[in-house]
């Protein structure tokens, strides 16, 4: 299925990159619409990540008793309360063979392929994600993929023109502790804000500071 | 500077998310434009990173004999050598004070501000990510930017009906001695390869592999 007419043009999105900026202020009274963030939640779960194993858990914060809870564990960052939806992305700690004959279902299902057809896959993952090279650190590279998963979530957002802050100054474990996450075997690694931009945040028009592409950028 | 009118619909970003797979077979006739690459290359200098640090080279492979030595270091994926442009996503190893430095002098050309009214920042970032808490897993924390840069990468691409293959199974270390990056300090992560899908290629009309929003997403 061929998109012969991509639905943005360079510019645009261009100019969409240029427009967000990490919002330090968001205005509360501004509540992303249902429809919008039920794109943005699609978003999330349509990451890419590795194997297409989704070795995550999105928790979407919209309880103004849990935003309180959270914001003195992100130095009291305004944007935790003053957001609309907050994003805490987790990851599966230590994933098992269980985690990935659950992803071979799962293909099988979606494809109408048998699990013994997939059998090579399954097994080239788990050698590689439970037992092989990726094992000695497969949390670090399931946060790798949470990654992916925010810097999709980050542009999604801003080409539909909804702001987002993302949060890497959290406590991870106090996060874990008021979402419950540890028992299921879940581990927090970053958080994202969304909303919209209060009209008193004086950082949108700051000038954005980027290395030039000749420091950042070498073409071989 | 807000946007009222924002570039892209919901629905039409969430068709450019489902039309978006990673390719397997790319038609190696078909070379992105160079406005558009441009626009691209944009997206990932653009790309946010925590204390906005960009930790980071990104490496343009062009050239067909450079592809060829990578090949065999990436599973001998065809990828490699048939798409239009391969995005190799390097970090800056053990960042130092000096990166820092660079970074906040960076920062107040930009912005007209002196150094000297940006030290708060500077030693907020050093006692952090050069002595703190992040300097333990320093070369992790600016993989995970990497990362970041590629969901933007291939996020930006889809919008813009540029197809995307993320390879995560390269061989980082052999990547790093032909592009020859040990001596700068900077260490290949993840690569990605860019261009327009073959006609051929089957996995294109494959249906998508995801968890139901049920089970990786959890309103709280």
Same mark, same amino acid.
């Given at each position: 299925?061929?998109?012969?007419?991509?639905?943005?043009?360079?510019?645009?999105?261009? *100019?969409?990159?240029?427009?967000?900026?990490? %919002?330090?202020?968001?205005?509360?009274? =501004?509540?992303?619409?249902?429809?919008?963030?039920?794109?943005?939640?699609?978003?999330?779960?349509?990451?890419?990540?590795?194997?297409?194993?989704?070795?995550?858990?999105? $928790?979407?914060?919209? &309880? &103004?008793?849990?935003?309180?809870?959270? =914001?003195?564990?992100?130095? @009291?960052?305004?944007?935790? %309360?003053?957001?609309?939806?907050?994003?805490?992305?987790?990851?599966?700690?230590? $994933?098992?063979?269980?985690?990935?004959?659950?992803?071979?279902?799962?293909?099988? %299902?979606?494809?109408?392929?048998?699990?013994? &057809?997939?059998?090579?896959?399954?097994?080239?993952?788990?050698?590689?994600?439970?037992?092989?090279?990726?094992?000695? @650190?497969?949390?670090?590279?399931?946060?790798?993929?949470?990654?992916? *998963? $925010?810097?999709?979530?980050?542009?999604? *957002?801003?080409?539909?023109?909804?702001?987002?802050?993302?949060?890497?100054?959290?406590?991870?474990?106090?996060?874990? =502790?008021?979402?419950?996450?540890?028992?299921?075997?879940?581990? %927090?690694?970053?958080?994202?804000?969304?909303?919209?931009?209060?009209?008193?945040?004086?950082?949108?028009? $700051?000038?954005?500071?980027?290395?030039? =592409?000749?420091?950042?950028?070498?073409?071989?």
């Amino acid at each position: 299925m061929p998109t012969l007419t991509p639905a943005l043009s360079p510019n645009d999105l261009l *100019a969409q990159l240029n427009w967000r900026y990490a %919002t330090k202020q968001f205005d509360p009274t =501004k509540l992303i619409a249902d429809d919008v963030w039920e794109t943005l939640e699609d978003s999330l779960v349509l990451t890419p990540s590795s194997y297409g194993l989704q070795p995550w858990l999105f $928790l979407i914060i919209k &309880s &103004s008793e849990i935003k309180e809870q959270l =914001k003195p564990l992100s130095w @009291n960052q305004n944007q935790i %309360t003053d957001c609309s939806h907050l994003v805490v992305f987790a990851i599966k700690k230590n $994933l098992t063979v269980a985690d990935v004959d659950r992803f071979i279902e799962s293909t099988a %299902t979606t494809r109408g392929d048998s699990v013994e &057809s997939l059998s090579g896959y399954r097994n080239m993952i788990v050698s590689d994600v439970v037992y092989g090279p990726r094992s000695f @650190n497969v949390n670090e590279w399931a946060a790798r993929q949470a990654y992916i *998963a $925010l810097g999709n979530f980050m542009t999604s *957002a801003a080409v539909i023109g909804v702001d987002t802050c993302p949060l890497e100054g959290i406590d991870p474990a106090g996060y874990d =502790k008021v979402l419950e996450l540890q028992p299921e075997g879940f581990a %927090t690694v970053v958080a994202c804000a969304a909303g919209y931009r209060s009209d008193d945040d004086k950082y949108a028009d $700051l000038k954005k500071v980027r290395y030039p =592409k000749s420091d950042v950028l070498r073409v071989v």
